[in-house]
Structure formats: structure tokens, C-alpha cells
């Protein structure tokens, strides 16, 4: 991993019961895809708190009772030296009413019905383990953003 510098983001999830709140992402990194909250991890935050404070300013929700880790993905990209580091929460509550923000729009998805095909490609591949509460530890190696050259991806007890 010496020559790729890794950069880490944070994704992180609002569950209630068999909806999910994903985001339809505006602009910038993954525009035009549905996915959950988040970004990039700002120097002097931790990665938890760079969830939450993602999960305000993307959806307008407060994270109520901090985050669950529940995975890590590392995404390289052909002819790009950076690895994007992913640390995926799952908050244990929140409170408020999704808004739409300059980045996202929110909207509720039964989770026997998402839209991957919305969706980074990735992202049928491990949201079955999230979403039967497992744990789980990836990496994908893309050609652009649309097409996966080599993955692999572990279901993990704990981190
Ligand atoms: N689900 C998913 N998400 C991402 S980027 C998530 C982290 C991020 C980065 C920049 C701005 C906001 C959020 C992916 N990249 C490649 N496959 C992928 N799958």
C-alpha cells in the first residue's frame, strides 16, 4: 500500500426497522447515485464524529446515541495512486425530519426494495451483510466508476 495514499471517508446509515434513508448525491464524488451519508474525515475529528456530523449537514437529521460500526471498504481506482478508506456506521437513533441539503436528497427505501441499480455497484455486494446485521471488511478495485475489476469481501465478527 506504500504507493497509494489512502484517504478515509465515512458512510454511514439511518435504519428504522425495514427502511432505509439513503441520498440521492447532487453533486461532486458518486453525483447521480443513491447512497448513504457521508464524506471525507477532516483533520481533528474522529471518524465517528465526522459520521454524524455528515449525517446533519447531508440529511438535516441529529444522530441520537452515537454511531455502530458495522464495516470497512477500501475502493482504488485504475491509474489512481489514492485509496479512498470507507468506514461505514449505522446510527443508533436520530432525530428530526430528512431534509434536502446543496448535496443530497433524502428519501426512504423499503430495504427489499433498494435501487442499486442507482447505486455504486459495489454496494449489492456487501449491503446484504448490513442489512442481516453483520459485520463485514472490503475492497474493490474499479475501472471508472462503473465497472469492478477485482473485489473481495469478508463477513467479520468484530472489528
Ligand atoms: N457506497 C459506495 N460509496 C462510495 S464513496 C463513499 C464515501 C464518500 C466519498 C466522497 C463523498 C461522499 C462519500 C463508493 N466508491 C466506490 N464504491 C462506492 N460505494
Redesign the pocket.
Known amino acids: 500500500m506504500s504507493e497509494l495514499t489512502k484517504k478515509l471517508?465515512?458512510?454511514a446509515f439511518i435504519r428504522e426497522g425495514n427502511r432505509l434513508l439513503l441520498g440521492y448525491?447532487k453533486r461532486?464524488?458518486?453525483q447521480g447515485?443513491w447512497?448513504?451519508?457521508?464524506?471525507?474525515v477532516e483533520a481533528g475529528e474522529t471518524p465517528e464524529e465526522a459520521a454524524v456530523r455528515?449525517v446533519q449537514e447531508e440529511a438535516g437529521v441529529m444522530v441520537v446515541g452515537g454511531v455502530e460500526k458495522v464495516g470497512e471498504?477500501l475502493?482504488t481506482f485504475e491509474g489512481d495512486p489514492t485509496a479512498?478508506h470507507?468506514m461505514v456506521f449505522s446510527a443508533r437513533g436520530y432525530t428530526g425530519t430528512p431534509t434536502e441539503s446543496e448535496e443530497m436528497k433524502p428519501q426512504w427505501f423499503s430495504v427489499d426494495s433498494l435501487p442499486y441499480s442507482l447505486?455504486?455497484?459495489?454496494?449489492e455486494l456487501w449491503y446484504p451483510i448490513y442489512l442481516r446485521g453483520g459485520k463485514f471488511r472490503g475492497r474493490?478495485h474499479?475501472q471508472g466508476?462503473d465497472k469492478i475489476l477485482s473485489e473481495k469481501l469478508e463477513e467479520v465478527q468484530t472489528f
Open positions: 471517508f465515512t458512510l448525491k461532486g464524488f458518486g447515485r447512497n448513504a451519508f457521508g464524506g471525507k455528515e471498504l475502493f479512498m470507507v447505486m455504486w455497484p459495489d454496494d474493490f474499479f466508476h
